[in-house]
């Protein structure tokens, strides 16, 4: 029962972050599509800082999901490649997205919860970077567990904006609640995950050996 609810957990977080992924990379083209207008101003005045977010956001909700399943076998050589792809481009979305959060339209409330996803966002990513190189691979494992929390920000936030009539309030109160409820109660669940089901922060001791 827990492994079939775990499987579609799985696949209901994998197909809403590729379809993000698909529908924000329109932002990539020279004429995006029906751009969203909160979009405008920034592809107008910083187009080098919306190309370097959303490639590296798109490219991280790619990659992140099947991180989680391809650590073990002989999938790991896919994991190591994928795995230094998702930490580049999450550090890279992530400074450019701090950037496109110091000019939010919808004030300085809106900007310091984007911007506060941007820093969390680098600074679980680089962490769980860290941890790999020492050999750490536990608590690379719930780093980077920390780090695909806020990767999917992009997603709640897809969530949210459409449901944000729903509160009643005026958009740009609605958007600046939205740019912290698109994070923090994804990091909160990923802490609450990580302590019930998730991966011990330290390997278990090796058996002493028996004398004789």
Request: charged share 15%; glycine share 8%; proline share 7%.
């Amino acid at each position: 029962m827990r492994r079939a609810v775990a499987i579609a957990i799985f696949g209901m977080v994998t197909l809403l972050a590729l379809c993000v992924a698909l529908v924000s990379a329109r932002y990539l083209l020279p004429e995006p599509a029906s751009p969203a207008p909160l979009m405008i101003l920034h592809l107008e005045r910083w187009p080098w800082m919306v190309i370097g977010h959303v490639g590296g956001g798109v490219t991280a909700l790619a990659l992140g999901t099947f991180q989680l399943v391809t650590r073990k076998g002989p999938r790991r050589v896919w994991h190591r490649f994928a795995g230094r792809v998702y930490v580049l481009a999450c550090l890279s979305s992530a400074v450019t997205g701090f950037g496109l959060a110091l000019y939010s339209t919808a004030g300085p409330i809106a900007s310091a919860g984007f911007g506060g996803l941007a820093v969390a966002w680098f600074f679980t990513t680089a962490v769980g970077w860290r941890k790999a190189l020492q050999g750490e691979f536990a608590r690379h494992r719930r780093w980077m567990i920390r780090s695909l929390s806020l990767t999917y920000a992009a997603v709640t936030l897809r969530i949210l904006l459409p449901l944000s009539p729903l509160s009643g309030l005026d958009f740009d109160d609605a958007y600046r609640a939205v740019a912290f409820l698109c994070w923090v109660p994804n990091m909160l669940l990923a802490e609450l995950w990580l302590r019930i089901w998730g991966w011990n922060a330290a390997p278990p001791p090796r058996p002493a050996r028996l004398a004789g």
